[in-house]
């Protein structure tokens, strides 16, 4: 994992990082491959996902809106995961409507 200890990519992302750590790892981000680069992506998603969903801590949803929706890129980003979640749900819901209906209340009533 490129040399970054585990959690300091979602500490960065939450602004959980003192200035020298932050520093310290943002001249990483620019140095390295496009390794750290999907890492910090990946990460980025997982927040997000899991602030939609509502399973972040309270703490962590703090920060989330605090320092990670700072960006307007992640504000576009968090909007269409809801949406998506949303639209997922609502087919889910409509799905388990259909099977949830008795076979023998057919369309046609029986002759």
Do not use: C
């Not at 994992?1 to 310290?24: T, W």
């Not at 949803?61 to 949406?83: I, T, Y």
């Amino acid at each position: 994992m490129n040399g970054i200890e585990p959690g300091l990519i979602r500490r960065y992302l939450l602004g959980n990082l003192s200035e020298l750590e932050r520093e310290a790892f943002e001249e990483k981000y620019i140095e390295e491959d496009d390794v750290l680069f999907e890492e910090v992506v990946a990460a980025e998603n997982d927040l997000i996902d899991a602030y939609v969903r509502g399973t972040l801590p309270e703490s962590e949803q703090r920060h989330v809106k605090q320092a990670f929706l700072a960006s307007p890129e992640r504000r576009e980003r968090l909007a269409a995961a809801g949406a998506l979640l949303d639209h997922i749900s609502s087919v889910e819901r409509e799905r388990l409507a259909v099977e949830s209906v008795p076979e023998s209340s057919s369309l046609h009533p029986p002759l």
